[in-house]
């Protein structure tokens, strides 16, 4: 067996699938390394709920027996990848990163895993995540199955979730590319924790059959990667109509960088608070920085802010009634109180008792904001964003207040909640450093805009190395 | 005269510009409070509260925006 290099780990997809395809390195072997990579550095990071090595060595097997053939499939075949725990996995643990469901087995696969599959790549393991991925809110990093996901990058850090293992597997190389999920915030946080790069997809563009569900209405499930470009590779594999998700848009994706707009043509919108107000101090260097290299891109900046909308409680109202439907057995079983955050607990609980009337108040509210911000992207292509502050620490109450007042000037701080709401697809792009710790841009477009999202982080990209940096001690 | 707007539920540019002036920007209502609740009845007492305050951020918002009838939930089902 060939010995992989550091360089290896750190490849991006469309150099790993050359590799395989030039048989310079066999899927095997990718499989073996990585796998084995995976099963001694996720436990470090809390980052591992299920090793699946041997699996994805057999499928490796069959790939490279197709490449032997001569029978090359596309971008993903032989590329190994990692997937959140929410997703099922035929015959295998699926936890949803919950003590009640430690022993939940399905009997089939879910679609993307599905996809991958016949995309020929083969799946190293299960990824931690946050308890049913955060249900209506939670207070600790702790709320997991495996423990807090610990932060490459300073493991007194937290990894942001709910897609935690998804994004640490990323940063630390030990999964050439991972599948997260979000509902409100889930992929765009620790991938901006842990820098890495990351796509929240557009509602309905991946199918969710066969992930847990969580909120109906808001769930998506989207990649995280070592550039924007191979987000794009992956989302080709995974995108596309499935009529056993009610909510699935019937559309499929296709990567076309080739045809990409002009950065001259577009028109980026930003609010200048959330660069230079409401950063910490010490991420504002970077945040500045960032912005300066999308101004050398030469698209228009454009200062723009959010239609006023009680975005949080909104998703609040929504997420909770839903979550809380989701798991009504778990809550009237009493098993509930076997999740490890008390808040999450309480939250559950309390959701059956929200009234029909706020639900439907908070629903047509995000009808009119969505028609709202449909038509500020009358004005602009694209929205950007700053995530203002790095990772906390472990043991930090996430829901503290921070210690500093507030700027008035809510510029585009709500981007999370309300491009959720209205389905909107974002990337995360890592931006530089804070105290050693990463920091990154947000952008959002408008439904279905994925290639002009992944065209602005490809060039930005191409100016920047943040998303090459690896974390101390990986090799 | 034919309605458009009771039969799509959309909204004219007034309309919708005076949705997004009349709702002000209100604190989240979904924050906690910073002291932490001790035991599995505060901490269930907390959750209502936070429920309390979006359902009053809402119905504050809901007064100020003049929403047509026809306008639906945002839910999405199809056949």
Same mark, same amino acid.
Do not use: K, L, S
């Given at each position: 067996m060939a010995e992989l290099t550091s360089e290896i780990f750190f490849a991006g997809i469309a150099e790993l699938h050359r590799m395989v395809s030039a048989k310079e390195v066999s899927a095997v072997e990718l499989a073996r390394g990585f796998g084995g990579r995976l099963e001694s550095f996720g436990p470090r990071y809390n980052a591992l709920a299920l090793p699946l090595t041997e699996q994805a060595i057999r499928q490796a097997k069959a790939v490279d027996a197709e490449v032997k053939r001569g029978r090359l499939r596309g971008p993903l075949q032989g590329v190994p990848y990692g997937a959140k725990d929410l997703l099922s996995v035929a015959g295998q643990i699926t936890a949803w990163g919950a003590r009640p469901y430690a022993a939940q087995i399905f009997d089939y696969d879910a679609t993307v895993i599905q996809k991958l599959a016949g995309a020929g790549a083969p799946l190293l393991g299960k990824l931690a995540m946050v308890e049913l991925a955060g249900g209506p809110g939670y207070r600790y990093a702790s709320a997991s199955l495996t423990g807090p996901g610990l932060n490459p990058w300073d493991r007194t850090r937290w990894s942001g979730g709910s897609s935690s293992g998804s994004a640490i597997a990323v940063a630390a190389g030990l999964a050439p590319f991972a599948i997260g999920s979000e509902t409100s915030g889930s992929i765009l946080t620790p991938a901006a924790f842990c820098g890495v790069t990351a796509l929240r997809p557009t509602y309905g563009l991946v199918s969710r059959y066969g992930a847990m569900p969580l909120s109906w209405t808001l769930d998506k499930l989207g990649p995280f990667c070592r550039s924007a470009e191979d987000c794009g590779l992956v989302l080709e594999a995974i995108a596309g109509g499935d009529r056993r998700d009610p909510g699935s848009a019937g559309k499929s994706f296709y990567y076309t960088p080739q045809y990409a707009r002009k950065m001259s043509d577009l028109r980026i919108g930003y609010a200048p608070a959330d660069f230079s107000e409401w950063p910490d101090e010490s991420a504002r260097p970077a945040f500045q920085a960032a912005f300066e290299t999308i101004r050398s891109l030469g698209a228009t900046l454009v200062e723009t802010k959010l239609p006023d909308f009680p975005y949080g409680p909104m998703i609040g109202a929504i997420l909770s009634v839903d979550a809380a439907s989701v798991f009504e057995p778990l809550i009237s079983s009493g098993k509930v109180d076997q999740l490890a955050d008390q808040k999450q607990i309480a939250g559950l609980k309390a959701g059956l008792e929200i009234s029909a009337n706020v639900y439907l108040k908070a629903m047509r509210m995000r009808r009119l904001a969505k028609d709202a911000i449909l038509k500020l992207f009358g004005d602009v292509d694209v929205l950007l964003t700053a995530n203002s502050y790095p990772a906390p620490k472990i043991e930090e109450p996430l829901d503290r207040h921070p210690d500093r007042a507030m700027p008035k000037d809510a510029g585009l701080t709500a981007l999370t909640p309300a491009g959720n709401l209205a389905g909107l697809p974002a990337l995360a792009l890592p931006c530089g450093f804070a105290g050693g710790l990463p920091v990154g841009l947000h952008l959002a477009g408008v439904p279905f805009s994925e290639n002009t999202l992944l065209a602005i982080g490809k060039e930005f990209q191409s100016r920047t190395d943040w998303h090459k940096r690896k974390p101390p001690g990986v090799g | 005269m034919r309605d458009r707007n009771r039969t799509t539920g959309q909204m004219t540019r007034r309309q919708l510009g005076a949705a997004i002036l009349a709702a002000t920007a209100i604190a989240d209502a979904a924050q906690t409070p910073p002291s932490e609740p001790s035991g599995p009845a505060a901490e269930l007492q907390a959750a209502r509260d936070r429920n309390q305050r979006t359902a009053e951020t809402l119905a504050t918002n809901w007064a100020k925006v003049e929403l047509p009838? *026809?306008?639906?939930? *945002?839910f999405h089902f199809t056949a």
């Open positions: - | 009838m *026809a306008v639906e939930p *945002a």
